[in-house]
């Protein structure tokens, strides 16, 4: 396939148990989906001269090590981005052309992944935003060139991650944000440009959190709002924050059990 150039509809490489290595480095053009699934000894992909695309899943491939769209910048509206359940791939350094998601992007149990740095271009997602499940992750600075979010942003049980401090750009979730069910994350400084979320918030069951003055300058949340469970917290700066903040639904705020100064 080293020389197919464009195809018409989907591109779909599935449960080939014996394939190593997928090279579509001459395509430029694809009319669908691209998924790349279940490819027990695939090893690395690549397509560099694909500018753009529309919905593309690369999940469940067990040795996928290394991927590569060094074109890509773009995906189409109404298009999905995932990433997932590859266990030993430890970067997304390939994707580091892309700018613009227009719909959802999804970046979940990849069990070896440190960093997301490849997304350091990335400015605009027109839909939602997850990183979930990534049991090694530790930051996420590659999502530092982020300021448009269309709906909504959900960070849950990346056991490893230590830092948000790459979401400091992003001032408005016009939807849900959700960050939980994280072991070590200290604080939530990287939210320290948000003023509004549209929709749920929700910070709970972070085991150390311990400092959410990261939330100071939110000023408006259009639905419930939730500060529960997160141990090493004072219950009192939670209490700070939802004094400050306009809900438009209910509150919850409970189990933050931790000394206040």
Known sequence: ???????????????????????????????????????ESLTSLSADSLPSCHSMYIRSNETLAALSFESLTTTSEESHLRISSNPV???????SSLTTVHDTLTVAANLALTNIDGLASLSSVGELLQVSNNANLVNLDGLSGLTTLGDSLYISDNNDLISIDGLSNITEVPGALTITEHARLPNVDGLSSLTTVGDDLR???????????????????????????????????????????????????????????
């Open 89 to 95: 791939l430890t970067n997304i350094d390939g994707l």
């Open 203 to 261: 910070i709970s069951d972070n085991l150390v959190l311990s400092d959410i003055d990261g939330l100071s300058s939110l000023t408006s949340v259009g639905a419930d709002l939730s500060i529960d469970t997160n141990a090493a917290l004072c219950q009192e700066s939670a209490d700070a924050i939802i004094a400050a903040c306009e809900v438009g639904d209910e509150v919850h705020s409970y189990g933050n059990f931790g000394s206040c100064p």
């Open 1 to 39: 396939l080293e020389a197919l150039a464009s195809v018409g509809g989907e591109v779909g490489v599935q449960s080939n148990y014996a394939l190593t290595s997928l090279e579509l480095n001459a395509l430029t053009h694809v009319g669908s989906t691209i998924e790349v699934e279940g490819n």
